[in-house]
């Protein structure tokens, strides 16, 4: 079985001398600072419970799934009662408003706690998953009863609830939504089907309350006809049953412990979050968060097997000494396999980068919410606006090569289940997918982040990047090969900006590649970052500055490939096969 | 579920005009010569068989897996069925001479077969996968008897065979096997437990034919103390069960319905094949050919999820139409959208270009067995030594990474088994790491066949790619992008021979990426004779002279990082952390 040990070394690095982040919580007026030791505290403790309390469901959740009879959803078995033990800490209410009973915490830290849950067990971290985001809309958006009456339970984590938006023709296009709204008696009805909602049924609570995206009566078609409705399992003025149903769970490649539901609500009473035909608006509040939720997945799920693959690579005895290495080693750990090493330094380099940026990204959520100036909180929601997409499909994308290659580490064990790589595989495969693919991220980010203001915004992100490598970079050889990609990477932006306005399907081919230059010119002020830390001396994780270097090497340089491919988007793409 | 049509288009234009493998049949004494008429008419047969027969059993297969009990194993409803049909067609003695029944088709042939049954049913085309490695085995190393007592059986497919070499303590070093052969009455009788033994018990046949590693009785310890042994399951002497037992099934991440079995040897009779001591050795005769094997099962993958994929993306109808594409189409299908569309040009270009690859090799196969003059054998045999390796790492990779491209073209519905392209992903992920791991066929390339010659035969490779870019692309832009890419990878092959001497490390650490600096030359070699096939006119399937220039524009000038990589291989590697 795949142990989980919390990296607390790494994460506190991060927090605290690559971010500074406590420092940043004491000129946060909104913030109830936790200070730094409370931090560590808070920290090793949700690490204990991921580790002894979930860790050890995670491939039984993965053996048994979720049983499904009669409308009813039966979780695996220790997934209840781990739950229950999660509410009974306070864990549900760490980042909640001290009015609704919650610690007002950092989103920070709650970021580095939801990487421990999902390293521990992605299928069970999804339950509470969206308990946050649905707070969040819920406080934004609800009238005073509504409030009263709701977020109380969703702060304790005492309801659990679900976002209902895809429905079978209504995937990434949510405009074509069919399930709509009636006004009946001065109240909402709502009829239709949801599909792929995960937590729709469960016997982890009472009650289950449902974020549904349904057309408004009289609306328009498309994405401006919809808005948000609250729609509880159990109506709590009467404690009776309300029309939603589970009609079936997914039989899927991966977090098979999670129940990932059809849903039916018939004659089902609903409550309007937010203004009529302004559901995506209303829903948006949450997605910067949501995003950076499943971006942190795709550093966990890295996290998780680089650390599963590391541990056997060091116990596996396999093969002879290799000339240059492990003299007089035989026989030899096949860490020492130079293969195997290069692989393992470079799955590390992939989850401390991702690290290093979801990180970053909670932390501007921190600033958005809480600082001082209406100018510190608009710089941080331009910021956050570009990172959040570029973290979203990076770091998953991440997560999923990382769970790849520390497979290939186990050779043939890799591919049997016992040993839990393959798990980690299947897992780590949802979060490029859900939540917006992968793919709708890269055309966020360049069409309506980038190009959109004339590549403005984006640009004064470079000049950080560019002012952050003349201070941290100074007197090291690494500053010219992060400069000159950002010079590189500025007159890229100009053609791309140019070249769209002539041919605006252009962005829309070369969207992938540029999201990933983001994300390396964004690695590399961090990994910069990290060698002007190791110069200064002071503690850092064995091997750090090596890793860093590792990454100006053999990573950054990539870039140039990445973005010649940019530029080739400009022709059009190859036509396909025929196909029967 | 997903429909298997076999790509008879493509799969006849490599053999015809790209490879002109008619014209060379023609020039090989030693084999029957076809004719591609018949050529066409088996192929079209042998995907029939596979569209009909073996696709519809797939995703059965890889829901029911192989049921254990008792010492047998039950193979998934419709598998032995389909054995027999394919017995029955002849289709298992395809290969083989026709002294011993067999037809003697050439290697190529069956390779166009062997990528339809696999894209069909992986799990399935396991069973009879060894059959034509074992034969070969048996006809170089048997003596009369055993060759006149088996061969006939292994030729027609009545019996099955099997591979035994891994143990618990030894997978890629088979110098740790223990299970051991004793003399016993002038002949020999082997103890010992093997694992994931594919087919190792199973409904289909009456008798299983086991080749076993085992150490020779009074043999010194390591790799040079093994001998090759068959083993039968029941002895056709007598009609009675040797000593041959199956202790269980694994529980796999994919190709489910091949039974992946532990084996037990006790006081089992089993028959020398080859010298003493010499069992490596004796293995080694089939290995280029069940290399191959694996590789085609590469392209198999990576076409049949390429189509799958391609299928969905015509029909799924998703969001609005993107500025500059599909003008007047709303709603689109998603092959319109520009992510998607990329994607899939991406998979087209990588299936087909491993296709083209595979297919190369096995015509050197047949030259390697049938040519006339032993100077073209030993032409044929040298570079097969450099080209299988390559063929086996880079086709299995790609049919891997194209399995995860189309299951992201899926979305959600790619997450859901049901839709079989999670199927595809699990099914695909084991080619990279049996029959030698990925990693051990870089460094079998590199350090065994590259630098210990100096680096001589992979010059000649280089030589011959030169002369067939100077000759096909004579007068076409990509032809200077192709020469180019040959001279830099020249001057740093002589720097690697040079630093290698120095540092017998290094070519172990740049091992994988000189692989894929190989395979991208010799890529472009048939890219290269693809656009001059197209310039001369002449049928060629929809869109490839475009999915060509597509290559020499995004995918070869990416051997640049590849390769400044191979020189950031001469430093030592980042060390790893500590962990617990």
């Known amino acids: 079985m795949r142990r989980y040990v919390p990296p607390l070394e790494d994460m506190l690095f991060v927090i605290e001398r690559v971010l500074h982040a406590p ?93 421990m849950l999902v390293s521990a067990n992605h299928a069970w971290s999804m339950y509470p998953g969206l308990l946050h985001g649905a707070y969040a809309c819920l406080a934004a958006h609800g009238d005073a009863a509504l409030k009263a009456r709701y977020l109380p339970r969703l702060a304790s984590g005492e309801w659990l609830c679900t976002m209902c938006l895809t429905e079978p023709q209504a995937g990434s296009d949510l405009g074509r939504i069919r399930t709509c709204a009636t006004e009946r008696d001065g109240a909402y009805v709502i009829d239709g089907g949801k599909l792929f909602i995960s937590g729709g049924e469960h016997d982890l609570t009472d009650n289950i309350v449902h974020l549904v995206l349904a057309r408004h009566p009289g609306g328009p078609p498309g994405p401006r006809g919809l808005s948000l ?159 959040t997409p570029m973290v979203k499909a990076w770091a998953t994308r991440a997560g999923f090569e990382v769970a790849d290659q520390a497979l290939q580490v186990f050779g043939g064990y890799g591919y049997i289940e016992e040993t839990g790589a393959a798990q980690a595989l299947r897992d780590s495969r949802i ?7 992968n793919e709708i991220q890269a055309v966020d980010l360049l069409v309506r982040k980038v190009i959109a203001d004339g590549g403005a915004a984006y640009g004064r992100l470079l000049d950080e990047l560019e002012a952050a490598a003349r201070h941290d970079g100074q007197g090291l050889e690494q500053q010219a090969v992060q400069l000159d990609a ?23 081919r070369a969207a992938d590649d540029f999201l990933r230059a983001t994300a390396l010119l964004c690695l590399g002020r961090w990994w910069l970052k990290v060698l002007a830390l190791s110069r200064e001396g002071g503690a850092a994780p064995r091997g750090k500055a090596a890793t860093a270097r590792h990454f100006f090497d053999t990573v950054l340089p990539g870039i140039a490939h990445v973005e010649h491919r940019i530029r080739c988007a400009r022709r059009a793409l190859p036509e396909l096969d025929d196909c029967d």
Request: glycine residues 10%.
């Open 229 to 387: 409705f609250l729609v509880p399992k159990i109506l709590p003025e009467t404690g009776q049953r309300n029309g939603v149903y589970c009609d079936g769970v997914e039989s899927k490649l991966g977090i098979r412990g999670s129940a990932t539901c059809s849903m039916r609500f018939e004659n089902a009473r609903g409550w309007l979050l937010g203004e009529p035909c302004k559901g995506l608006a209303a829903m948006f509040v949450m997605m910067n968060a949501a995003r950076l939720g499943v971006g942190l997945q795709g550093v966990a799920h890295g996290e998780a097997a680089y650390k599963h693959a590391l541990r056997y690579a060091r116990e596996r005895i396999q093969g002879r000494p290799v000339p240059g290495i492990a003299a007089g080693t035989d026989p030899v750990p096949i860490a020492l396999h130079p293969a195997v090493h290069a692989s393992l330094a470079a799955q590390r380099c992939a989850v401390e980068g991702a690290r290093m940026l979801a990180y970053w990204t909670a932390q501007l959520l921190d600033e958005s919410e809480y600082a001082a100036s209406p100018d510190q909180r608009r710089h941080a929601h331009e910021r956050l606006a570009l990172l």
């Open 431 to 437: 979060p490029p997918i859900y939540e917006g693919t």
């Open 23 to 115: 420092g940043q919580w004491a000129t946060l007026p909104g913030l109830a600072d936790p200070g730094i030791e409370t931090a560590r505290h808070v920290l090793a403790e949700a690490g204990r419970f991921a580790a002894e309390v979930l860790a050890p469901l995670n491939a039984v959740g993965d053996r048994e799934g979720c049983a499904y009879a009669d409308g009813r959803v039966a979780t695996p078995t220790g997934f209840a009662a781990a739950y229950r033990a999660y509410v009974d800490a306070g864990w549900a209410s760490l980042g909640c408003a001290p009015e609704w009973g919650g610690q007002g915490l950092p989103h920070l830290l709650e970021a580095v706690i939801q990487e």
């Open 486 to 508: 950002l010079a590189a990477h500025r007159r890229l932006l100009a053609d791309i900006v140019q070249d769209s306005a002539r041919d605006p399907g252009y962005p829309y």
